[in-house]
């Protein structure tokens, strides 16, 4: 079998550029088949509108701060590398951001070259979203992987590469629909969040322009799907459209961590939205540093099989 072409493009902004980092956001747990990181580079596959596309991100040296290589496979390569510098945060701008609690200043400092990353594809964030709605992090991973390894194909470019790495592209929005009910719930996703992956299906073309309509109205549209709430619009806007102000509302460990982190004792969601109304435009940096700087509240006593949002 002919290897097909790859195409490529690099991003050199002058500064270092934490890559592995700024992707780490679109991974669905360590055994995510459109994911893998390695020591010396990140593979990630998606389904862009142009087709699926496998993308290889890798450091090489420079002058100046650091050059980011990409390499694409696949009818969506050209389409995913004119949006590489977005999907590495060229399109955050962090300078009005402002640490105002002294425990960030030394994980702010560490992480002051990480970005929003931006991948400009909805449905790519959004179904995971709907799928971790309500359940433990490990219940929904697993889920996701084993829809994904079913009904989704395998990914574009070098097959000796892609086969030893088991690299899969998430289904399409046909694929998706097939599903049947007896393999959602086999995958251990509910009737309620099958329901709405459905919905969102319906009506996916007018979801895709979420990232090209202004923020508030992005927001609205996603919110306006009966199943679709706070926390699961939020988890889509960091990763789809970059939203540096998305706070996850509604996380089972979110607001008890950033409370901990800059109060010493755990809050619920509306304290939490007090105490982040200082960094209004930039929430979503403070929930990425208390996570980057595990400063959030100490796991204590045995793992239960909690849910790890409330639902929407």
Do not use: N
């Not at 270092?16 to 679109?26: D, E, N, Q």
């Not at 596959?45 to 993308?55: F, S």
């Not at 590469?161 to 959602?184: C, F, K, Q, Y």
């Not at 969040?193 to 609205?220: G, H, N």
């Amino acid at each position: 079998m002919t290897t097909p072409a790859a195409v490529t493009a690099d991003f050199a902004p002058g500064r270092p550029v934490p890559f592995g980092a700024i992707l780490a956001t679109y991974r669905r747990g360590s055994g995510d088949p459109t994911f893998h990181a390695a020591p010396d580079a990140v593979w990630r596959t998606a389904r862009t509108p142009d087709g699926p596309v496998t993308l290889r991100l890798h450091r090489e040296p420079a002058p100046e701060g650091d050059r980011i290589v990409a390499r694409a496979w696949g009818p969506g390569a050209d389409w995913a590398l004119t949006g590489l510098p977005e999907l590495l945060g060229a399109a955050d701008d962090p300078t009005g951001f402002r640490v105002r609690h002294p425990v960030l200043e030394r994980v702010a400092r560490e992480q002051q070259h990480w970005r929003v990353a931006r991948s400009g594809l909805v449905l790519d964030s959004l179904l995971p979203a709907i799928i971790e709605q309500r359940v433990t992090g490990k219940q929904a991973f697993g889920a996701y992987r084993q829809l994904v390894r079913r009904y989704g194909e395998p990914a574009p470019g070098p097959a000796e590469a892609i086969a030893a790495l088991r690299l899969m592209v998430a289904p399409d929005i046909a694929g998706w629909r097939r599903i049947p009910s007896w393999e959602w719930l086999r995958a251990g996703v509910d009737g309620q969040r099958a329901d709405t992956v459905q919905r969102v299906l319906q009506v996916a073309p007018r979801l895709a322009e979420c990232c090209a309509i202004p923020r508030e109205k992005a927001w609205q549209r996603l919110r306006s799907i009966p199943g679709v709430g706070v926390w699961t619009a939020a988890e889509t806007m960091q990763r789809a459209a970059g939203d540096a102000d998305a706070v996850s509302f509604g996380d089972y460990h979110v607001a008890k961590d950033i409370g901990h982190a800059l109060t010493g004792a755990p809050v619920d969601d509306l304290e939490l939205a007090a105490l982040l109304r200082p960094y209004a435009g930039h929430r979503y940096r403070v929930q990425y540093l208390v996570m980057a700087g595990r400063l959030g509240a100490p796991r204590r006593g045995p793992r239960l099989a909690v849910p790890t949002h409330l639902p929407g």
